[in-house]
């Protein structure tokens, strides 16, 4: 948008201080962010375009998509704070009071104008804010009566004190119909998913093992600690409450209530015949209770089982789960990593079983791509409660989800912001040696990529092969 504005600007005869930007919807939005943000826009009109992240967090119907929810972007600013940054250039916001879609004025209008009114008190141009509230239809739109409210402010405000109409003239003669406007694009002509391959091509950034005796511990240390930064990890406090116990065939079942912190709950079961005595935490895509095989696998080989579900899958997947994802993006905003979020309550459950439960460091077993790698980022956190790790399904490269196109909406945490940039797989495994790691079925692709973590575990005097 900055270069379209370059672009018209240089034209001749533009008048520099009579620069208006409007759109409707994903325009709206967008509306505000170059107008917030390049002074050279004079006016601006977002029509349903967008409401500040806290009264999304109130209304679900406004919780939006990716691209109006950036990683990061309200650990700086809120859709609140961009609309205030307009000030004292004249805005007029404006939405619609039956919306159909998203950003109804009746919860989205006034939490804006609360915030922004001040800035323009305090610039004395608090006639420059201005809102209109479409009644007929009142649906998504930026039909005749919106187009009319925004007239009326370029009027006001670009042509005052001279003679201006407000009143829509009948332009359907002028219209050009789809093919005409259309545009050829060239051939092979880039897009996302190209250019995110292209990116990743060459990443991680200093991917190489050291190869060096005796490097490998310094190597683990300093990349846990980067690793540490990368998902925004926490350390939870664990408060647990029983919510039922029974016998079934002879396995003593517990069913948790985990908080953790003050910000999440987390449901687990815990599984064991007498005399049990490792314990194994299991994790799996689908949620644990589609763990059933692998959960009888291990109490046959007389091992405690407890099976959670972390954030974002099974039971702990947010309602409906369509929406999921934007709430994961949603805490990507605020400066959160849902991904360091998962590995973060497994690492803390893990610590609580080690400590308070006196059950010695566990064996995380996980089941499916997205919980494989929580596991992974767990056990690369936590070097001690965590004993090893069996991944079941796990992507041999975190390059594999662009390559297939994978949508965000199907494994938000996958998509972690800056991770690819100094892990993939290969790296991630390898902060957990000498532990075990074992790859059960382990890919073509993993085992293209991981074929170097034999040689690795030989680094620490250990004869260990992970790919099974």
Known sequence: MKRGLDVLLSLEHVDSSRVAVTGLSGGGWQTIFISGLDRRVTLCNPVAGYSSFRTRIRNHSDLGDSEQTPCDLATTADYAQLTAMRAPNPTLLTFNAKDDCCFRADHALQPLLDAAGPVYKLYGKEANLRSHINENPGTHNYLQDNRQAFYRMVGDHFFAGQPFEAKEIPSDAELKSKEQLEVALPARNADFASLATSI?????????????????????????????????????????????????????????????????????????????????????????????????????????????????????????????????????????????????????????????????????????????????????????????????????????????????????????????????????????????????????????????????????????????
């Open 200 to 468: 990743a091509r060459d990443l991680p950034k200093d991917g190489a093992l050291p190869k060096e005796t005796g490097k490998a511990p310094a190597w683990q240390r300093r990349r846990r600690e980067q690793l540490r930064d990368i998902v925004r990890a926490h350390t939870y406090p664990i408060q647990a409450s029983t919510t039922g116990a029974q016998s079934l065939d002879g396995v003593a079942v517990t069913r948790w209530k985990l908080r953790l912190g003050d910000a999440w709950t987390i449901p687990a079961v815990e599984l064991a015949r007498s005399g049990a005595k490792e314990t194994v935490l299991v994790i799996a895509d689908d949620g644990r209770a589609s763990a059933g095989q692998i959960i009888r696998a291990q109490l046959d080989a007389g091992h405690r089982v407890v099976a959670v579900d972390p954030l974002l899958l099974g039971e702990s997947q947010p309602q409906p789960p369509r929406q999921a994802y934007l709430w994961a993006l949603l805490l990507g905003t605020v400066g959160e990593r849902p991904l360091g979020i998962q590995a973060s309550q497994l690492r803390s459950l893990a610590l609580w079983l080690n400590r308070e439960r006196k059950t010695g460091p566990v064996t995380l077993i996980a089941s499916g791509q997205r919980s494989t790698l929580a596991a992974l980022v767990a056990a690369g956190l936590e070097d001690t409660a965590i004993g090893g790790l069996e991944l079941r399904g796990s992507l041999g490269s975190l390059k594999e989800p662009i390559e297939q196109k994978v949508l965000f909406q199907a494994a938000p945490e996958v998509f972690c912001f800056g991770l690819l940039e100094s892990f993939d797989i290969k790296q991630l495994a390898a902060l957990s040696a000498p532990r075990p790691v074992r790859f059960v079925e382990a890919s073509a692709r993993a085992r293209q990529e991981l074929g170097q973590l034999e040689g690795w575990y030989r680094s620490f005097g250990v004869a260990y092969q992970p790919l099974h």
